[in-house]
């Protein structure tokens, strides 16, 4: 559609998504209070197939283990892929919202975890069952092939390969156009879009070290790996600190490090887990490349019996969006949204969103809608405080429903309309 068009289109569809709020609002809170994890979405996955078979979508289950596909194809034109991820996190909830989760889970370790939607997925669900809902509703205002994607396993990596590995790119039709959103901090009622990379690459690794374990009363008959992983820890700070150039943006954090039981044993081994997040190619092959040099070189320093036992965990690609797709999507924003659409910078926060896109070989557009409530962030804005909100995958990120709900739908339909006869 040209730029009039769509806006005449989002314009009759304004009093309708009206109706729909009170009932996606729901749906929300529902599956906020009913959190699953990764790879296991069962629920989740049949509230979604059941929407979308209720307004007449061909739909296909199980795909990747949970993964759900609506088909609605209505004449002639495009066909445009809409994806929303549907996993949670392992993070017991501290909002103290009304419908915060309480549930607990065994992660694939078998450890029991808290659970909740943290991440923001259950918003995506929602936006995209609503979307689907209003555009099988008003099937006479657009023409073309409409892909409604919801797709497990996003939090560790899995997911989007998973629904390739299963099969969906002989399964079903190629997309023109693959279009996604993520809730972030920032005002709610605002969308950010940005031409190229948009979200950095992730890679997580665990390193396991090993030393020689004794009593805690005689250090000189061991090989301390506690000593050992203390010191790969701070030396690892040094490679974004002293090997990567100050305009070359990269982070390395080491989330979690595990050693011993008791305080007078001298363990065995230490455990580190670290992630590693970068905008250029080459840029995350050094990290990878220095990562492994410091850590055989410490325990090299230490005597170590053996070398460490690196294991990769995850790996994200970078989110790179297509410009000439971008520039489409970011005029419709702004005659949608005015100066609540804008370019945003890149973040550091990496999907697998863009999987399907490069495995397909189309297109893609990912952007942000911001879910602050909008004095909150003002207010921290004014102080210079936005760091100071919670954001994804805290304990205590708590998008504010309105306006974020209605302007994700409007942002999702906006960009599906540019391509839509």
């Given at each position: 559609?040209?730029?009039?068009?769509i806006?005449?289109?989002?314009?009759?569809?304004?009093?309708?998504?009206?109706?729909?709020?009170?009932?996606?609002?729901?749906?929300?809170?529902?599956?906020?209070?009913?959190?699953?994890?990764?790879?296991?979405e069962?629920?989740?996955?049949?509230?979604?197939?059941?929407?979308?078979?209720?307004?007449?979508?061909?739909?296909?289950?199980?795909?990747?283990?949970?993964?759900?596909?609506?088909?609605?194809?209505?004449?002639?034109?495009?066909?445009?892929?809409?994806?929303?991820?549907?996993?949670?996190?392992?993070?017991?909830?501290?909002t103290?919202?009304?419908?915060?989760?309480?549930?607990?889970?065994?992660?694939?370790?078998?450890?029991?975890?808290?659970?909740?939607?943290?991440?923001?997925?259950?918003?995506?669900?929602?936006?995209?069952?609503?979307?689907?809902?209003?555009?099988?509703?008003?099937?006479?205002?657009?023409?073309?092939?409409?892909?409604?994607?919801?797709?497990?396993?996003?939090?560790?990596?899995?997911?989007?390969?998973?629904?390739?590995?299963?099969?969906?790119?002989?399964?079903?039709?190629?997309?023109?156009?693959?279009?996604?959103?993520?809730?972030?901090?920032?005002?709610?009622?605002?969308?950010?879009?940005?031409?190229?990379?948009?979200?950095?690459?992730?890679?997580?690794?665990?390193?396991?070290?090993?030393?020689?374990?004794?009593?805690?009363?005689q250090?000189?008959?061991?090989?301390?790996?506690?000593?050992?992983?203390?010191?790969?820890?701070?030396?690892?700070?040094?490679?974004?600190?002293?090997?990567?150039?100050?305009?070359?943006?990269?982070?390395?954090?080491?989330?979690?490090?595990?050693?011993?039981?008791?305080?007078?044993?001298?363990?065995?081994?230490?455990?580190?887990?670290l992630?590693?997040?970068?905008?250029?190619?080459?840029?995350?092959?050094?990290?990878?490349s220095?990562v492994?040099?410091?850590?055989?070189?410490?325990?090299?320093?230490?005597?170590?019996?053996?070398?460490?036992?690196?294991?990769?965990?995850d790996?994200?690609?970078?989110?790179?969006?297509?410009?000439?797709?971008?520039a489409?999507?970011?005029?419709?924003?702004?005659?949608?949204?005015?100066?609540?659409?804008?370019?945003?910078?890149?973040?550091?926060?990496?999907?697998?969103?863009?999987?399907?896109?490069?495995?397909?070989?189309?297109?893609?557009v990912?952007?942000?809608?911001?879910?602050?409530?909008?004095?909150?962030?003002?207010?921290?804005?004014?102080?210079?405080?936005?760091?100071?909100?919670?954001?994804?995958?805290?304990?205590?990120?708590?998008?504010?429903?309105?306006?974020?709900?209605k302007?994700?739908?409007?942002?999702?339909?906006?960009?599906?309309?540019?391509?839509?006869?």
């Amino acid at each position: 559609m040209e730029i009039a068009q769509i806006k005449s289109f989002m314009d009759k569809m304004d009093s309708s998504m009206d109706k729909l709020l009170p009932e996606l609002e729901e749906i929300y809170k529902d599956i906020h209070r009913n959190p699953e994890l990764s790879m296991q979405e069962f629920r989740t996955a049949k509230i979604a197939s059941d929407y979308l078979t209720q307004y007449q979508f061909e739909v296909t289950t199980g795909i990747g283990k949970t993964g759900v596909i609506g088909m609605m194809k209505n004449g002639e034109g495009p066909t445009v892929m809409l994806r929303a991820d549907m996993d949670a996190l392992p993070v017991a909830e501290a909002t103290g919202l009304d419908y915060a989760s309480t549930k607990t889970a065994r992660d694939a370790e078998g450890v029991e975890v808290g659970v909740s939607h943290v991440c923001g997925h259950d918003l995506h669900v929602a936006w995209l069952m609503g979307v689907s809902r209003l555009f099988s509703a008003h099937r006479d205002q657009w023409k073309g092939t409409l892909m409604a994607v919801f797709q497990p396993g996003e939090e560790v990596a899995l997911g989007a390969q998973s629904m390739i590995d299963d099969g969906i790119m002989d399964r079903f039709p190629k997309p023109d156009i693959i279009l996604g959103q993520h809730v972030m901090v920032g005002s709610a009622g605002t969308v950010g879009h940005r031409s190229g990379t948009i979200l950095s690459a992730g890679n997580s690794l665990k390193i396991k070290l090993f030393g020689r374990g004794s009593h805690g009363s005689q250090p000189q008959t061991s090989i301390d790996p506690v000593i050992m992983a203390a010191a790969t820890a701070m030396r690892l700070q040094t490679i974004v600190s002293r090997e990567i150039a100050p305009i070359d943006n990269a982070v390395l954090t080491i989330g979690a490090l595990q050693a011993g039981t008791k305080e007078n044993i001298i363990p065995e081994d230490a455990t580190l887990k670290l992630n590693i997040r970068t905008f250029d190619e080459g840029v995350k092959d050094h990290i990878l490349s220095a990562v492994k040099r410091i850590c055989c070189a410490e325990c090299a320093a230490s005597n170590a019996p053996k070398d460490p036992e690196i294991t990769p965990l995850d790996s994200y690609p970078l989110t790179e969006n297509d410009a000439a797709a971008t520039a489409k999507v970011a005029e419709a924003f702004d005659a949608q949204f005015g100066d609540r659409s804008f370019e945003t910078p890149p973040a550091s926060a990496s999907e697998d969103f863009s999987i399907f896109g490069r495995n397909w070989k189309v297109p893609y557009v990912f952007w942000f809608v911001g879910g602050t409530d909008p004095k909150v962030y003002a207010e921290a804005k004014k102080n210079h405080q936005i760091n100071s909100i919670p954001s994804n995958h805290s304990p205590k990120f708590a998008p504010v429903i309105h306006p974020t709900l209605k302007t994700g739908l409007q942002a999702m339909m906006t960009a599906a309309a540019v391509w839509f006869n």
